[in-house]
């Protein structure tokens, strides 16, 4: 893939790891991998719309936490997730559900 720009690199040291892949876009799976190899078996993803579909036309996701604020805010019409209609996940169920402050937190699990 493309080397970024050394000061960049070195604005990380000390504060989080680069790793440089083979390729100008790793997939999902290949950075899931990558993780795996450095002991990580438990992975918080929080992208966008985008990188949520990618991970869910792969199969990557196990489960899904969403915050519900009781605040409008107008914008585009993305999804949680934008990616392959027919690569929609298996079930998920709801396993717990909190309520702060008039906000919402859910957790959905695969059923």
Do not use: M, W
């Not at 990380?12 to 991998?33: F, K, Q, S």
């Not at 190899?37 to 992208?47: I, N, Q, T, W």
């Not at 019409?77 to 309520?99: C, H, Q, Y």
């Amino acid at each position: 893939g493309a080397t970024p720009p050394a000061d960049r690199v070195h604005a990380l040291e000390g504060r989080a790891e680069y790793h440089h892949t083979d390729t100008e876009r790793p997939t999902p799976e290949d950075v899931l991998a990558a993780l795996g190899k450095r002991g990580a078996d438990v992975v918080l993803a929080e992208g966008g719309p985008t990188f949520n579909g990618q991970l869910v036309d792969s199969g990557l996701i196990d489960e899904l936490c969403l915050s519900i604020s009781p605040h409008l805010v107008g914008g585009g019409s993305n999804r949680i997730v934008n990616g392959s209609e027919a690569a929609i996940p298996a079930e998920l169920r709801l396993d717990r559900l909190l309520e702060h402050d008039n906000a919402l937190f859910a957790r959905y699990v695969r059923a």
